[in-house]
C-alpha cells in the first residue's frame, strides 16, 4: 500500500537524480575513461528516455482517470513512449561503448525504437491472452489502450459495458472481448509486424556479432508470439 504509482514514480526519480549525480561527481574527479562520452550518456539518458517515457505515463494516468477516450493517435502515441525510448537508448548505448561508428549507433537506435514499439503493442495484446489472475488488467484498470480505443470507437456501448465492470472483469469477459473485437486484435499485431519488420531492416545494416544473435532471437520470439495470438484469434 504505501508503494502506489505515484510514490513508485517519485522514488524513480530520486534514483534517476542519485545516478545522474555520480555520474557527475565522476566526471569531474577524472574518474572515468571517456568523460564526453560519459555526458552524452547522460544527455541521451534524460532527454531521450527519462523525459519521454516520464510523459507517456503521466498521459496514461490522465486518461486512466477520465472516462473519455483520448485519439487513436494519443494513445499509439503514448504506447510508443513507454517501451520503445528506453529500446533504443539501450541499443544505441551498446553502440556507444563498442566505439561502433556513428552510422551503426544511428541504426541501432531506430532499431531498438522500432523493435520497442512491437514489443509494447504485443505487450499490450498479451494482456487479453494469458491465462491467469491478471489476464484483462488492462480492461479492469480502463487502461486507454489502442485496443480499447479501436473496441470504444466500433462500438462505444458494448465496449462501455466492459469497461463499467471494472475489477469484477472475468475471464470469460475478457474471452468475448477478444472475440467481438478480433478485426482490432488483428489490426494491431499487423502493426508490430510492420514494425518488427522496420527493426530488422536496420539491423540488417550492422556487422555480425554476438548481441545481433541475440537480438535476432528475440526477433523470432515476438514472431512466434504474434503467430500464437493470431491463431488464437482465428
Same mark, same amino acid.
Given at each position: 500500500?504505501?508503494?502506489?504509482?505515484?510514490?513508485?514514480?517519485?522514488?524513480?526519480? *530520486?534514483?534517476?537524480?542519485? *545516478?545522474?549525480?555520480?555520474?557527475?561527481?565522476?566526471?569531474e574527479?577524472?574518474?572515468i575513461?571517456?568523460?564526453?562520452?560519459? *555526458?552524452?550518456?547522460?544527455?541521451?539518458?534524460?532527454?531521450m =528516455?527519462?523525459?519521454?517515457? !516520464?510523459?507517456?505515463?503521466?498521459?496514461e @494516468?490522465?486518461?486512466?482517470?477520465?472516462?473519455? @477516450?483520448?485519439?487513436l493517435?494519443?494513445?499509439l502515441?503514448?504506447t510508443?513512449?513507454?517501451?520503445?525510448p %528506453?529500446f533504443a537508448?539501450?541499443?544505441a548505448? !551498446?553502440?556507444?561503448?563498442? $566505439?561502433?561508428?556513428?552510422a551503426i549507433?544511428?541504426? @541501432?537506435?531506430? @532499431?531498438?525504437?522500432h523493435?520497442?514499439?512491437?514489443?509494447?503493442?504485443?505487450d499490450?495484446v498479451?494482456?487479453?491472452?494469458? $491465462?491467469n489472475?491478471d489476464?484483462?488488467?488492462d480492461?479492469?484498470?480502463?487502461?486507454?489502450?489502442?485496443?480499447? =480505443?479501436m473496441?470504444n470507437?466500433?462500438d462505444?456501448?458494448?465496449t $462501455?459495458?466492459?469497461?463499467?465492470k471494472?475489477?469484477e472483469?472475468?475471464?470469460?469477459? =475478457?474471452?468475448?472481448?477478444?472475440?467481438?473485437? +478480433?478485426a482490432?486484435?488483428?489490426?494491431?499485431?499487423?502493426?508490430? +509486424?510492420?514494425? %518488427?519488420?522496420?527493426?530488422?531492416?536496420?539491423l540488417?545494416?550492422?556487422?555480425?556479432?554476438?548481441?545481433?544473435e541475440?537480438? =535476432?532471437?528475440f526477433?523470432?520470439l515476438?514472431?512466434?508470439?504474434?503467430?500464437?495470438?493470431?491463431?488464437?484469434?482465428?
Open positions: 500500500e504505501k508503494w502506489d504509482i505515484p510514490s513508485a514514480i517519485v522514488g524513480g526519480d *530520486i534514483l534517476h537524480s542519485i *545516478i545522474h549525480g555520480h555520474i557527475l561527481r565522476s566526471i574527479q577524472d574518474r575513461k571517456y568523460p564526453q562520452l560519459s *555526458i552524452q550518456f547522460l544527455r541521451d539518458l534524460i532527454y =528516455v527519462e523525459l519521454k517515457i !516520464g510523459s507517456s505515463v503521466i498521459d @494516468m490522465f486518461w486512466a482517470k477520465q472516462d473519455d @477516450m483520448p485519439s493517435d494519443q494513445s502515441e503514448i510508443a513512449g513507454k517501451t520503445a %528506453l537508448f539501450s541499443a548505448a !551498446g553502440s556507444y561503448l563498442a $566505439n561502433q561508428s556513428q549507433t544511428d541504426d @541501432m537506435f531506430k @532499431m531498438g525504437k523493435l520497442g514499439y512491437a514489443f509494447q503493442l504485443i499490450d498479451s494482456d487479453y491472452f494469458t $491465462n489472475k489476464t484483462g488488467g480492461l479492469k484498470e480502463d487502461k486507454k489502450t489502442p485496443i480499447l =480505443v473496441a470507437k466500433k462505444p456501448i458494448l $462501455n459495458e466492459f469497461r463499467k471494472n475489477g472483469v472475468t475471464s470469460e469477459d =475478457v474471452t468475448n472481448f477478444r472475440s467481438i473485437f +478480433r482490432e486484435f488483428t489490426q494491431i499485431l499487423t502493426w508490430a +509486424r510492420k514494425e %518488427l519488420t522496420s527493426a530488422q531492416q536496420y540488417d545494416k550492422v556487422p555480425p556479432n554476438q548481441g545481433k541475440l537480438i =535476432v532471437s526477433f523470432s515476438l514472431k512466434l508470439q504474434i503467430k500464437e495470438f493470431e491463431s488464437q484469434l482465428n
